[in-house]
């Protein structure tokens, strides 16, 4: 299958209020202008390094989101452009977030990033971090970013109830975090949640956000 007949199929599947980030991590430039000249704009990449190189030979008008996890050290290569970071698992990588985004003049995208797997090596806040971080003076004071709602990874199995329970308990936090501490507020409103594999259950347990790579792209090495 090709890229377009790929990204056909996906559009067909995924409903209106759905976005779907490309995940082109490992793929070449060549591959995410293909996607590129067939309309798609959001792209994901989870290594800032393989990022950087990529985002200057690509069009202005990509929304680009880092996925994976994000060192403090590294976040200053990306705050000049980044348009959506989905993996905030730690006060300090927020702080630093905040930090630089200032330096760049720009207020950037957040997701919390929570631990929802059953393997051990994902990273995530709890629910407990999440609330300890949100209720926190320092917080308060970030102007430079937003919080614009949560991000998980299922566990990887067959299993399917396993990973519907697992974004159903994401889907839960973000309802209880939306109704006691982002009311008022506009921004909050994604749920990331869903792969090549498990982006159909995604949906349906709520996803606003689905990060597919292979099954756009094919396998990676
Ligand atoms: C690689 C990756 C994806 C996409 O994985 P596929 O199975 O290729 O769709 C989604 N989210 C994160 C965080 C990733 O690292």
């Known amino acids: 299958m090709s890229v377009a007949e790929n990204l056909n ?26 996607a590129y000249n067939l309309a798609q704009r959001i792209f994901g990449e989870n290594r800032v390094q393989e990022l950087t ?22 976040v200053k290569y990306i705050a000049p ?36 797997a059953k393997e051990e090596t994902k990273f995530g806040l709890s629910f407990e971090e999440a609330v300890a971080l949100i209720h926190s003076e320092k917080f308060r004071e970030m102007k430079n970013v937003k919080i614009c709602g949560v991000m998980g990874m299922a566990t ?19 309802t209880t975090l939306k109704e006691q501490d982002f009311r008022n507020s506009k921004d909050f409103k994604e749920l990331s949640m869903g792969m090549s594999g498990d982006y159909k259950i995604a949906i349906e ?7 597919i790579g292979s099954a756009i792209f094919g396998e990676r090495a």
């Open 156 to 174: 990887l199995t067959d299993d399917e109830s396993i990973v519907r329970k697992e974004f159903r308990e994401l889907q839960g936090i973000f």
């Open 81 to 116: 452009f980044i348009s959506l970071i989905h993996s905030v698992d730690s006060f300090e990588l927020l702080e630093t977030i905040n930090k630089e985004a200032a330096k760049c003049g720009r207020t950037i995208s957040c997701l919390l990033q929570f631990h929802i």
């Open 205 to 211: 347990e709520g996803s606003t956000l689905v990060r």
């Open 53 to 74: 190189q990529k985002q200057p030979l690509l069009p202005n008008d990509i929304e680009w989101h880092l996925i994976g996890h994000l060192q403090k050290n590294k």
């Open 9 to 34: 199929a996906l559009r067909s599947a995924i409903p209106a209020n759905v976005r779907l980030v490309a995940v082109s991590k490992t793929k070449p430039v060549k591959s995410i202008q293909e």
